[in-house]
């Protein structure tokens, strides 16, 4: 196994937004059926969690069903909203106790009615348990397609346009982004994909204009805490420049 990396507490990515790729291939090359890689995919899930939570990562986001998942096998769709019950239920408790605020992005609103009720409660729950001070909060990305974000926005911009409220030339950045699921939250400084495809797969294209992007050929179910370490250390090592020189970032200008 190789050496885990040190890393910077003081340089923790605020944050990091994953995409779980390769559960199915982890499956397959252990002659195994999809849904048995999705379920070990849920314990890199939890294992996950507890490591953003013990480094001070104030932010995760987990890529969990998006909108074109819809077009998988109907079992796997099914053995997918079990799973995603299952952790919601069996790990309401957990998230509790350790302050950890759930928060939801996509269109919820056409996820199966059981679903949403789970997810209803675990984020009024959470909510109340984490109070002012989560000590993170953990965005499950369902049901989420990132042009279809944008265009929702665009819409209800388009609206206020037309009732007279703004003009089209009034319209911010700031506009946009306050009308994303991601409103209040800072854009994630750290995308990780995991399975070696070097894709966002129409993750979080607006909030991801200056992520850092860190591709690893390791399967998600194999993804643990010294995957995440390599990771954040490999952040460090980079220079963000956001459009500027790296001489005007060193010199602080």
Not at 95 to 113: F, H, T, Y
Not at 160 to 182: A, D, F, S
Not at 213 to 232: C, M, S
Request: net charge neutral; glycine share 8%; hydrophobic share 40%.
């Amino acid at each position: 196994m190789a050496e885990i990396p040190e890393i910077d507490l003081k340089n923790i990515p605020r944050h990091v937004a994953i995409i779980m790729d390769g559960n199915g291939r982890w499956a397959r090359e252990r002659n195994m059926l999809r849904v048995m890689g999705h379920k070990a995919g849920a314990e890199s899930v939890r294992t996950v969690i507890g490591v953003a939570r013990e480094l001070g990562i104030r932010h995760l986001t987990l890529y969990a069903f998006s909108t074109e998942n819809w077009n998988r096998p109907a079992l796997e769709v099914q053995a997918l909203m079990g799973l995603l019950k299952s952790f919601l239920l069996d790990g309401l408790n957990s998230l509790k106790e350790n302050r950890i605020r759930l928060c939801c992005l996509g269109a919820i609103a056409e996820m199966p009615a059981d679903v949403q009720e789970i997810l209803a409660r675990a984020m009024r729950e959470t909510t109340a348990a984490a109070g002012d001070s989560p000590s993170l909060i953990l965005n499950l990305a369902l049901n989420y397609g990132s042009r279809g974000e944008i265009v929702a926005a665009v819409r209800i911009l388009a609206a206020r346009c037309l009732r007279g409220e703004i003009t089209p030339h009034e319209i911010t950045e700031e506009m946009v982004g306050n009308l994303l699921y991601t409103t209040g939250q800072p854009d994630p400084d750290l995308i990780i994909r995991t399975g070696g495809e070097s894709r966002l797969s129409n993750f979080l294209l607006w909030q991801a204009s200056y992520s850092e992007i860190y591709i690893t050929d390791t399967r998600w179910p194999d993804f643990r805490r010294e995957n995440l370490v390599a990771a954040i250390a490999d952040f460090q090592s980079r220079e963000r420049r956001f459009g500027k020189t790296g001489e005007q970032i060193r010199q602080g200008t």
